[in-house]
């Protein structure tokens, strides 16, 4: 099985940054695409960033600017650097990947989410 944990949410306030880090665990034979998901009280899920496993990157445009999604391959984790944080920007936050897992061929192709965390926007 993969699991995918997230870490680094938290309360900061309107201006301030935060950074989350999501690690993929487990046996792993590729990370292709991951990226970053949240959903607000009342609202359904929207896509934030995703990065490829060559390292392109795509936005929503309501964090082009302010967010930066990057990756270490070596350590399975993606990260979210995210600056200049609105009080709309509140929400649980959800790390999602595509995996290759196993560690022989034929591997499985799957993709995977995490628990979520918190990020909380207020002063």
């Known amino acids: 099985q993969v699991q995918l944990v997230e870490s680094g949410g938290g309360l900061v306030q309107p201006g301030g940054s935060l950074r989350l880090s999501c690690v993929a665990s487990g046996i792993i034979f590729r990370v292709n695409d991951m990226g970053w998901y949240r959903q607000a009280p009342g609202k359904q899920r929207e896509f934030v960033a995703d990065i490829s496993n060559g390292g392109s990157t795509n936005y929503a445009d309501s964090v082009k600017g302010r967010f930066t999604v990057s990756r270490d391959n070596a350590k399975n984790t993606v990260y979210l650097e995210m600056n200049s944080l609105k009080p709309e920007d509140t929400a649980a936050y959800y790390c999602?990947?595509?995996?290759?897992?196993?560690?022989?061929?034929?591997?499985?192709?799957?993709?995977?989410w995490g628990q979520g965390t918190q990020v909380t926007v207020s002063s």
């Open positions: 999602t990947a595509e995996v290759l897992r196993g560690s022989t061929s034929p591997y499985l192709r799957s993709r995977y």
